[in-house]
């Protein structure tokens, strides 16, 4: 086991110069979480598109690791402009290549994020990546389950 | 009290697991204030009990429990005696300082505390002397206070006055915190905590396994501490108390062991301590226990804390050295604990970098997170010390440190 298996250059550099760091005016996500673990922290702004069916724009904020804050930066990148169903898939298939679970074609979709499949051989360091991917979940579910309780109250109406 | 210096290199080799490599690379393990390693004595004595008397103890007509029995209660005199308790009935076994503390709030606060009573505790709290607490202030309506600290990390005495006044009834506080390494002034703390009428519980993890400490000089009522922490084994925790106290508590946990006389309708309690040990106890653990307390009183305590302060002094110096480093707590009177922040490098990419190095260090908010908001930061790295670390650990650790600046810059 190597350390450079962890810090992959890319990783190192999403850390140092941080994408999509801030807040978005009015999200229709705003989701934070806490990792009990180390105490680090993550704020999730998301804007959807104007049909409410993809994601337009994310930022994060909040303190925490290189690998936490990487993992933010980089999944800020990587989910603009999905679908919300397939960004749900995607969470998915990024905490399953942490688990180690993953196939080679299935890593290839993930793209640049290949860089964290390392950190599966760090198991107490997983969470420090998954926490922001657990983060948008959340706020996903969180999202649907209000819709779907405001779409049945206007059929009340 | 002996006073010749502690044989660290003879010592060493008492601690089988100090020979393990790490990822290939000597083991230099620095994190004693989350737990201890075990001396080769106390593995080997609890491993004993299990070849050679395992019974349950009290009550076992037969040769094996008496056996059991006697050495689980000589493992409670042993402790009476280095803690310098007046009396066995004053040292209950439980599974550690938690739950010791836990006792404390469940019998001793349920009893004498009453809606809008006051118990005053230090801003420097461990989760296990802050959260028991919290839910009892919930449950009875009771105000918590807290003890600001200064800039240093210390406590300021003339700040608890004021603080006390007439409706606090107990103030409980960490005797060395394990975060800043801070030497709290207990006895002083005790005195005037007494003066107001208030009972006093120190929070002893920190200190009972690094120096001599005496209850009746402190004049505590309550004093916690673990096994795990002094080279003792993990599941066996302390609670002294004073008997004017323990006499007048309901029973924390019921049921057997705890008892004298039981029928249908009621129960009478067993004498103390045992009224207090609910159930088959943890018999390997206080033996476990028992055998670390001979091993360190072997030593003698004098030696451990003279033996760590130059540890921490040493340490302190080569850190001082560094660019871009924060350290947090007293630079003088402190314990075997440091905690610090090296600019630029967050402690849990630090303490995965040291462990590559074999080097184990802790990161993170070592349960006090009220405290790590006070000190502005989410987490710190901490190294602490105990009597088998050597200058070879620290030099081990200040080079994994300059690697991992290094590392980092890149």
Same mark, same amino acid.
């Given at each position: 086991m190597i350390l450079?298996?962890?810090?992959?250059?890319?990783?190192?550099?999403?850390?140092?110069?941080?994408?999509?760091?801030?807040?978005?005016?009015?999200?229709?996500?705003?989701?934070?979480?806490?990792?009990?673990?180390?105490?680090?922290?993550?704020?999730?702004?998301?804007?959807?598109?104007?049909?409410?069916?993809?994601?337009?724009?994310?930022?994060?904020?909040?303190?925490?690791?290189?690998i936490s804050q990487a993992s933010a930066s980089m999944l800020t990148e990587f989910l603009k402009d999905k679908p919300i169903e397939e960004a749900r898939r995607l969470v998915e298939l990024f905490k399953k290549m942490l688990r180690g679970e993953t196939t080679p074609e299935e890593e290839e979709e993930l793209g640049e994020l290949q860089a964290f499949k390392g950190v599966s051989k760090f198991p107490v360091r997983i969470k420090c990546a998954t926490l922001v991917w657990n983060i948008l979940e959340q706020g996903l579910n969180e999202f649907s389950r209000q819709n779907r309780s405001s779409e049945t109250e206007s059929k009340k109406t | 009290m002996q006073e010749q210096e502690l044989d660290v290199e003879q010592i060493r080799r008492d601690f089988p697991i100090l020979m393990r490599k790490i990822r290939g690379k000597r083991l230099a393990y620095l994190d004693n204030a989350a737990t201890t390693q075990k001396p080769a004595k106390v593995i080997e004595a609890i491993a004993e009990y299990y070849r050679r008397y395992n019974a349950n103890i009290h009550r076992g007509a037969y040769l094996l429990s008496e056996e059991a029995t006697a050495a689980y209660e000589e493992a409670h005199a042993k402790v009476a005696r280095f803690i310098g308790a007046e009396e066995t009935a004053s040292i209950i076994f439980t599974r550690n300082c938690t739950e010791a503390i836990n006792l404390v709030a469940y019998s001793w606060g349920r009893t004498f505390l009453k809606p809008g009573d006051r118990i005053v505790l230090t801003q420097m709290e461990h989760h296990s002397n802050l959260v028991p607490w919290l839910q009892l202030a919930k449950e009875k309506g009771i105000e918590i206070a807290y003890w600001p600290i200064e800039k240093d990390g210390?406590?300021?005495?003339?700040?608890?006055?004021?603080?006390?006044?007439? #409706?606090?009834?107990?103030?409980?506080?960490?005797?060395?915190?394990?975060?800043?390494?801070?030497?709290n002034p207990v006895r002083e703390i005790a005195e005037r905590a007494h003066q107001a009428g208030a009972a006093i519980l120190i929070d002893a993890a920190q200190s009972v396994p690094h120096f001599a400490v005496n209850v009746q000089e402190l004049n505590c009522d309550f004093l916690a501490f673990s096994g795990? #922490?002094?080279?003792?084994?993990?599941?066996?925790?302390?609670?002294?108390? #004073?008997? #004017?106290w323990l006499e007048k508590m309901p029973p924390f946990l019921s049921g057997g062991d705890m008892i004298s006389d039981v029928t249908f309708e009621e129960a009478r309690w067993n004498e103390l301590p045992w009224k207090f040990e609910?159930?088959?106890?943890?018999?390997?653990?206080?033996?476990?226990?028992?055998?670390?307390?001979?091993?360190l009183s072997a030593i003698g305590m004098e030696a451990v804390w003279r033996h760590e302060q130059q540890l921490v002094e040493y340490t302190l110096?080569?850190?001082?050295?560094?660019?871009?480093?924060?350290i947090f707590g007293p630079l003088s009177m402190r314990g075997g604990v440091i905690s610090f922040e090296l600019k630029g490098i967050h402690p849990h990419d630090l303490a995965t970098f040291m462990d590559m190095e074999g080097v184990a260090i802790r990161a993170g908010h070592h349960c006090a997170q009220p405290l790590m908001s006070i000190l502005g930061v989410p987490a710190t790295a901490r190294v602490s010390f105990y009597l088998y670390n050597n200058k070879e650990d620290v030099d081990q650790f200040i080079q994994a440190l300059n690697k991992a600046k290094e590392y980092f810059k890149r």
């Open positions: 450079d298996d962890l810090y992959q250059e890319i990783i190192l550099d999403h850390y140092k110069n941080p994408r999509n760091r801030g807040k978005l005016e009015k999200p229709d996500i705003h989701e934070h979480l806490k990792n009990p673990f180390c105490g680090d922290e993550i704020d999730l702004d998301v804007r959807l598109n104007e049909n409410k069916t993809a994601i337009e724009e994310i930022r994060f904020s909040g303190k925490g690791c290189s | 210390t406590l300021d005495l003339g700040r608890l006055d004021s603080l006390l006044g007439d #409706k606090t009834r107990l103030v409980s506080v960490t005797h060395v915190s394990n975060v800043l390494g801070t030497i795990h #922490k002094m080279l003792g084994p993990t599941g066996i925790g302390v609670l002294y108390a #004073k008997t #004017k609910a159930g088959t106890p943890n018999i390997a653990g206080g033996i476990g226990l028992a055998a670390a307390i001979d091993y110096a080569r850190l001082k050295e560094m660019e871009d480093i924060r």
